[in-house]
């Protein structure tokens, strides 16, 4: 039995957050699950997809945010609880039904996800997706610990249905990804089917409809207002002329910084956990009583903006901060320490910062930049692209996946990025308004994601580029989610189809169409070469599974390679493909056999073909 279905109403267990989020998520009975996996949600789909194998949760790892939110919307309008979980750029994608969804509602309790990304540990930007409750005007909850996210998450769901709105639960890597000991609730049973009524009048939102739901909207705003006004996520404590308000992590860091300060009776601080709508009388009594306030939150000035209206509002002329130079950033995380600082500062207390631990006499820690798996097949398709490519003046749109890697040196082969699909879309105009070799890259699941339509549009208008997509058999980068093309009887899973991404090329018209298995390098770099020199949109299909994913399927055989006495030290093998299974030894290259999966890429490169196998023992 999978540990988050404890039925021990009481029983403590340490959880990560995320986990704690999906442990919320059954408790509340929800019955319909959907998601597209990026890092910091990744864990929550994970366990919901393990769970939903031994209850009637419906899951599924749908094709993008999009799809994922739209077919959510169906189920919760069928009453059935819902949760739809994503990044924070993914909501980016669903923002398009994300804002019609808001006029429609929904009939039983839905909770849309969004895992905020502060300092993007993983991410292509660090937006605030607090906004997306202002604009789409729906409610928002914000918890600052991890048990609070398990217990938040049953109260989102009551909430939904009591204003029959979407909820945006928001969350931040540090709550995402921090452990803590979580007591269990009672497991509700989930309704795992539902009935959809038909009412056009209230469903179909062609315009003469949605006059009439955008007023609904404000309607339930109005009612949201009143429930934040009073909401047990929203609380006051401690007491003094100073005011802090903050929310999400910064709680924490607040709580343990007027601690260290001895600052309890000088310093009241108002925490917000129903951000949207913000409560404003609750705002205003707060701050009518202090001298200044501070506003400590990690992102955009998102309640220091509000603060400040409410506060002109009443015609209160006290001090507030927040976002400023000699304050807080609207960059990066916020830690402890800098929280404990600006407190201080801003409020002119006694305060000795703690002299930092002598390092003096240790080493420092060498850089472990993030790096392509020792025998990853996007070294091999890279390394055969580059070198078919070979006295050309290129461009190499890239993608969000592993292979963005491959845009560090000594590969250097990702020139242009944005989001999720866009090197498609990108090489089109790159190819348009250059006359430049544009060779494009995007991985299998990220072609599913949001690639084909760039990929359409290049057939239309007849675009001239390559695009490449490296097939590894999984979506690798956020932990070996399943995707249309993956095939899950390897997995031992069955009722699932598989779209095979060659159908679906040939499907949209590309003229010119190439399969390689990188790891056969001359082969591999000849039918590159070829599909380059071809005069419109070409595709070539890198076919090799991820080794990852392969050894968790007990696929993988590896053997190691080593490196003989044939060996001239040129370094073809670090200079060209920096394979992480290659270290200097005094002068000499060597290969760690522990490291080594044996793909044989480098002994295919060098030019003294002293890179053999190991001869098996026994």
Not at 30 to 54: D, H, R, V, W
Not at 138 to 163: G, H, N, T, Y
Not at 442 to 454: M, N
Not at 549 to 554: E, M
């Amino acid at each position: 039995m999978h540990k988050l279905l404890t039925d021990k109403p009481g029983h403590k267990l340490l959880l990560l957050g995320n986990e704690a989020i999906a442990r919320g998520a059954v408790e509340a009975g929800a019955a319909f699950a959907t998601t597209y996996p990026g890092t910091p949600s990744s864990e929550i789909s994970l366990n919901l997809f393990q769970i939903s194998k031994e209850t009637d949760l419906y899951f599924e790892y749908s094709t993008n945010e999009k799809v994922a939110l739209e077919v959510a919307a169906a189920a919760a309008n069928a009453g059935v609880r819902t949760f739809c979980m994503m990044k924070h750029v993914g909501l980016n994608v669903a923002a398009d039904p994300l804002m019609t969804l808001a006029y429609v509602g929904v009939t039983a309790g839905m909770v849309i996800l969004t895992a905020d990304d502060p300092f993007m540990f993983s991410s292509q930007n660090e937006q605030d997706n607090r906004y997306y409750g202002k604009l789409s005007g729906l409610p928002i909850l914000e918890p600052s610990s991890v048990e609070e996210a398990k217990e938040m998450m049953a109260e989102a769901f009551a909430l939904s249905e009591r204003l029959k709105e979407p909820v945006i639960f928001r969350t931040t890597t540090r709550i995402n990804h921090s452990t803590a000991p979580v007591v269990l609730g009672g497991i509700q049973k989930p309704k795992p089917k539902g009935h959809f009524t038909k009412d056009p009048m209230n469903y179909v939102t062609v315009p003469a409809v949605s006059r009439k739901l955008h007023a609904r909207l404000l309607e339930r705003w109005d009612q949201a207002l009143a429930l934040a006004e009073t909401s047990p996520y929203n609380f006051t404590e401690g007491k003094g002329k100073f005011g802090v308000i903050c929310n999400g992590v910064s709680f924490g860091y607040v709580s343990d910084a007027i601690k260290d300060l001895n600052a309890d009776d000088r310093i009241k601080v108002l925490r917000i956990g129903f951000s949207h709508p913000l409560p404003g009388k609750l705002i205003t009594d707060f701050i009518r009583d202090c001298d200044k306030v501070l506003i400590v939150e990690e992102g955009e000035p998102y309640l220091e903006e509000g603060v400040k209206a409410f506060a002109q509002e009443a015609g209160l002329t006290l001090p507030i901060k927040g976002k400023a130079k000699e304050l807080f950033s609207r960059l990066y995380e916020l830690d402890p320490a800098t929280v404990r600082e600006r407190i201080a500062r801003y409020f002119g207390l006694d305060y000795t910062p703690r002299q930092p631990v002598d390092l003096g006499n240790v080493p420092e820690v060498p850089q472990r930049p993030p790096n392509l798996c020792a025998g990853c097949s996007h070294r091999a398709t890279y390394y055969a692209v580059k070198k078919a490519a070979e006295g050309l003046d290129t461009v190499y749109p890239t993608d969000i996946g592993c292979y963005t890697l491959g845009f560090l040196p000594p590969l250097s082969m990702g020139d242009f990025l944005i989001c999720m699909g866009s090197s498609v879309s990108t090489a089109c105009g790159f190819a348009q308004a250059t006359d430049q070799k544009v060779i494009a890259f995007i991985g299998d699941s990220t072609f599913f994601h949001s690639g084909i339509t760039g990929l359409v549009n290049a057939v239309f208008n007849n675009h001239n580029f390559t695009l490449v997509i490296l097939d590894n058999g999984t979506t690798a980068m956020t932990g070996h989610q399943p995707h249309p093309g993956v095939d899950m009887t390897r997995q031992n899973m069955e009722g699932y189809g598989r779209v095979s991404i060659e159908d679906v090329v040939r499907g949209v018209g590309v003229p010119h169409i190439t399969v390689i298995q990188p790891f056969k390098v001359k082969k591999s770099i000849e039918a590159v070469r070829e599909a380059l020199e071809y005069k419109g949109v070409s595709v070539i299909i890198s076919r090799e599974i991820c080794m990852l994913y392969a050894k968790g399927l007990k696929e993988l055989n590896p053997r190691p390679f080593y490196i003989s006495d044939k060996c001239k030290n040129h370094r073809d093998c670090i200079q060209e493909i920096a394979c992480p299974a290659f270290f200097l030894e005094g002068e000499r290259v060597r290969i760690d056999p522990t490291a080594c999966v044996g793909c044989a890429v480098c002994a295919q490169i060098c030019p003294e073909n002293a890179i053999l196998p190991l001869k098996k023992e026994g």
